[in-house]
């Protein structure tokens, strides 16, 4: 029997379980199911595998697989996460890192000044797209599409945690998208968003930093928020900062923390 050594990581609540390897296949959507789970694994939404990097000049490469062994393109609280990881291995308490991910290089500053690192990545263009409408059973949710490097699709509808548990994986799996999507439930208020993040593979998350960019993409497209001013996100693990510059490369803003190391037997 071999051992598998980990680093538990959380990114406001967003939980996920970081093994360094040097190939993909270390981690198979079996075993990713089984270390997350949580009563019979370590727990968490998601595996970060930190990689050699593809890119000059990257520090790492991050590909993430979901708590349902799917591989999404991207996870913004995960790769704060990987970052203050990648950080702390290389003593980079303040400073410049990058990372390949499936969604491309994308640019990190750590700030490692305190227990929870403070992380800023740019995540690239955050675009809206497409409204459409969804007719679930005679009850139709207006939605508007988002591009964050992985899909998403936000409603406005005011709504309850109940029925986000039966709407969520419904839209999210909805043959409308063939890949499926993030679903974000949002409020736009004084500037500032109410959000709830179903995420795709996973469900409903603490935190959801794609969702967050998503969401201000399309609140900036909708007027309810402002373009290059710092917006709040108040997700139920906390908050996010957001940024959406003029050329629509999005600044995201948020804690990451590291939980504990330990090693799990492999069957």
């Not at 029997?1 to 390897?21: P, Q, R, T």
């Not at 970060?48 to 991207?74: F, H, K, Y």
């Not at 303040?94 to 491309?104: I, P, S």
């Not at 675009?127 to 005679?138: E, S």
């Amino acid at each position: 029997m071999s051992a598998l050594s980990f680093h538990k990581y959380e990114g406001l609540g967003n939980d996920f379980v970081v093994v360094e390897a040097k190939r993909e296949d270390v981690v198979s959507p079996a075993l990713a199911r089984q270390l997350c789970d949580r009563r019979f694994g370590v727990g968490g939404d998601g595996v970060l595998l930190v990689l050699p990097p593809s890119t000059a000049g990257a520090a790492a490469r991050m590909r993430v697989v979901n708590a349902d062994g799917s591989i999404p393109e991207m996870c913004g609280n995960g790769l704060r996460c990987a970052a203050l990881h990648v950080a702390r291995a290389t003593s980079t308490q303040h400073g410049e890192l990058a990372f390949d991910t499936d969604a491309g290089l994308k640019p990190c500053v750590v700030d490692d000044g305190s227990r929870r690192g403070l992380v800023t990545v740019d995540m690239g263009a955050v675009r809206a797209g497409a409204k459409v409408a969804l007719d679930l059973d005679g009850d139709v949710w207006e939605l508007q599409l988002a591009d964050a490097g992985n899909p998403h699709a936000i409603t406005t509808r005011a709504t309850t945690r109940a029925v986000i548990d039966v709407v969520g994986p419904r839209i999210a799996m909805h043959p409308r998208f063939p890949t499926g999507t993030n679903v974000e439930f949002a409020t736009f208020r004084d500037g500032e968003v109410d959000l709830v993040v179903w995420e795709r593979g996973v469900g409903v998350t603490h935190a959801c930093g794609t969702g967050a960019c998503a969401t201000v993409a399309v609140g900036v497209a909708q007027g309810a928020l402002e373009r290059g001013r710092e917006i709040t996100v108040h997700l139920p693990g906390g908050d996010l900062v957001v940024l959406m510059r003029a050329d629509d490369h999005t600044i995201m803003r948020g804690p990451a923390r590291h939980v504990f190391s330990g090693s799990v037997d492999l069957p």
